[in-house]
């Protein structure tokens, strides 16, 4: 059930949330499943839709076509010499299937227990639409604080092909003071969080081959070299017996955590046991001297990611392959140029290759780390929102992954990111029977509108 | 080109050699293919042409069902005081395919060169039925010297799923003082053999869990465990820098190699750099202090034969798999018991996992290895019939691969094997164009009539 919120004009009963609730139905029930090409005249529609919303707020606004579905762009100017604030989000929503385990329709939003079960509930169109209000509901009180942008894309569940070209061909349209993002989880039910960093990456593929073709392990085992075996060991030797990377050079420049953000990380009530739990393994791992949260958001990582070579079905084959192969990625922290560290893996990994194979190791792609100046006015204005939405502070959070369209939203606009989660983990996002808490929609509208006002009056 | 034989009564153009490459043609000409039902006609028709043509050599011949392919015994007993050798071989061959590269149809035998191109032409109808026409050979000249049985198989090709019961089955039909196998390749063009002793195998799996689903690698990556670095670190840690196998006890037992057979071994015409250069590798591997010969001959091995966990597509994708295994074979020498080592690997392997994953190993299959004692007058018997066929004594080896089938033959019949290859490895068995020289054909005749003609006078 909602729990009681602070004293607000934006109740439960009230007709405007009442008419934010209709209207958050009639854009969910736009199945904009943007990786189905079956959906593509939905995935238009639902740009079409917030092109109307938008306009009838008196924004400016363009539905942009892409190489792939369109962008929506709105833009609002009340002055130029207020700050502009760019909220970036997505239309597009993953397939709903498994249709079959979904307790009421993926496309018709069902209300239980103060949940919206939907498609596209949290991820993005609850959020997404959660600013749309709040932009709305400053408006009923008068004019907007500061200048607001939209960038609302429709291919954000298909990896944004088509976005950063857009970003960069757009870059005077979207040239604003500081971006937002809401399109996530926050720390915990009772804890809202402000994202300030992710981590970078560096992805390579490494392809190890000993013979030119499958031997039989017993004609040639013993004398033919295996690259299985010869994959595995350099594989093996990647990582110290304190867990740390042996790359040479890898941890050269990487900004160590400060004292304040260990102690602050620290002080978050979150159990090592509990997310062991939480994923089901035995325990957890990493470098020594880190905890669990600094491993996941403030240190850099290697993990394969996939491995191959060799006979992989049913019993057995007696079998030495030519060639076996690994995926293997980075996550990079502050301080860590993935150009430079993929370079560092590429030179390095084929020198750790035992005698009798060749090695071929190739890059994939990567992206950069960000951690945002938290000193930032901004930052203290959304922390102000935070407080005024959620009767408490923030608490200021890493995540362990890597968002490319940010960086290039932050490169390409030399601008701060500030990430708002409004969902939860428990909102089942690309799952069956996502949702998101009617009293997390009301919160994000007035998170978004505080947020405005914030910056508006005091940045 | 042939080339000149020693003195001996079937010279090429002999009418003895004509209708012994005229039967083996049609003999070959029966398309039977063991693991494709629709060829399940031609096998029995294959069976049915060796039985009529061992009962017109007076062979009391029986075409027995089983729950596959039947198999053809016959024999002839000429005296109870005479020694009795049964001849191993099998009717079937494998697809043709592809059959676009075949230069002449896989079908009808066809000589260019001295070769006779045809699938089943050197594995095992031209070998096997050497020893048919060598029986007859004998024959035209008077009773047998010593009582024959032959042992025909129609899934050879299938992994004989059927022989081991028929032989425990059937000991007493299959009683014998030695048993021959002719069904591969000999050391050499111009260096005959005599394979004396196989490898036996332990066959596993490992199955390496982290989490108990995908995760991804920003969000979990650094404290997730990850099963494939873990499964890579075990891999690794079961060779040391010598090559030698860590597995505590593994070498416990294993009768190492004799100076004699080392010397031998030495003297044998092998180039390790040929032999890397045949198998497209940059150089051989394995135990320190062991030529390449010894590796693969005499020496155990622990090889991986398959590997997969995670992504293995085109690309990249940033999972933290739950799963990774590999399959992973040792190849024993004697001394070693496969039930054994089985047992030290399912022990051993899974101490070597590091913290947060759970190892799951268990048997696929194994084989005992078999060396045979030379020293047996059955040996003598054979180095002189080869002696007398080629001209120059047999290279005494082993093989490095394993071969159930004969381990069933020894067990159950208590008796020693000689293996007579009479094959090149350029008779491309198992490929297209597959052949055997007519001249290999011819000696072939002559080892099998010899053989029997030394046994019955000189054991």
């Known amino acids: 059930m909602p729990q009681p919120l602070p004293p607000e004009p934006l109740d439960f009963g009230s007709a405007e949330f009442q008419s934010a609730q209709a209207e958050l139905f009639d854009f969910i029930r736009i199945p904009s499943v943007s990786a189905d090409s079956k959906y593509a005249a939905d995935v238009a529609h639902a740009a079409e839709f917030l092109k109307s919303k938008l306009e009838s707020l008196g924004f400016e606004t363009r539905v942009d076509p892409t190489g792939g579905h369109p962008v929506v762009f709105a833009q609002k100017i009340v002055s130029a010499d207020k700050p502009t604030v760019l909220i970036y989000g997505h239309y597009d ?54 200048n607001v942008k939209f960038l609302i894309e429709g291919e954000e569940e298909m990896g944004s092909p088509n976005l950063e070209g857009y ?4 870059t005077a349209d979207l040239a604003c003071d500081i971006i937002a993002i809401s399109d996530g989880s926050r ?16 992805y390579i593929e490494v392809e190890v081959t000993g013979a030119d073709r499958d031997l039989h392990s017993g004609v040639y085992g013993g004398s033919a070299p295996n690259p299985i075996n010869a994959l595995c060991q350099m594989i093996a030797q990647l990582h110290d017996a304190e867990g740390r990377i042996t790359v040479p050079g890898f941890y050269d420049g990487v900004l160590e955590l400060t004292s304040e953000e260990r102690a602050a990380w620290a002080s978050l009530p979150f159990s090592e046991r509990e997310f062991a739990d939480s994923i089901g393994a035995t325990e957890l791992i990493g ?13 850099p990582t290697l993990d394969c990611n996939g491995i191959w070579g060799g006979y992989q079905g049913e019993g057995s084959k007696t079998v030495i392959p030519s060639k076996a192969s690994a995926k293997i990625s980075c996550r990079l922290v502050p301080g860590q140029d993935p ?10 990994i084929p020198t750790l290759a035992p005698k009798g194979v060749k090695v071929h190791a190739f890059e994939h792609h990567g992206g950069m780390p960000m951690v945002m100046d938290t000193s930032s006015p901004y930052f203290a204005a959304a922390a102000r929102a935070v407080q005024r939405a959620f009767g408490r502070p923030p608490v200021f959070i890493r995540t362990g992954g890597s968002i490319p369209i940010a960086l290039a939203l932050k490169t390409a606009l030399s601008s701060e990111i500030i990430f708002l989660d409004l969902g939860l983990n428990e909102d089942n996002l690309h799952s069956p029977n996502e949702s998101f808490a009617l009293e997390d929609y009301q919160r ?8 405005l006002e914030e910056i508006g009056s005091r940045v």
Chains 1, 2 share one sequence.
């Open 93 to 146: 929503v993953q397939p709903p299937d498994p249709l079959e385990l979904w307790t009421s329709p993926a496309f018709e939003p069902t209300v239980r227990g103060g949940r919206i079960y939907a498609r596209g509930a949290t991820d993005d169109k609850g959020q997404v639409y959660a600013h749309v209000r709040g932009v709305e509901h400053l408006l009923a009180q008068g004019e907007l604080p500061v």
């Open 167 to 170: 970003i960069y061909a757009h």
């Open 187 to 202: 720390f915990a039910k009772d804890i809202p969080s402000i994202t300030y960093g992710v981590r970078g990456l560096s």
């Open 287 to 299: 470098e020594t001297g880190y905890t669990a949260l600094e491993h996941t958001w403030g240190r």
């Open 339 to 348: 150009r430079h560290i993929t370079r560092l893996l590429l030179e390095y």
């Open 444 to 451: 994000g509208i007035l998170v978004s509108s505080y947020l």
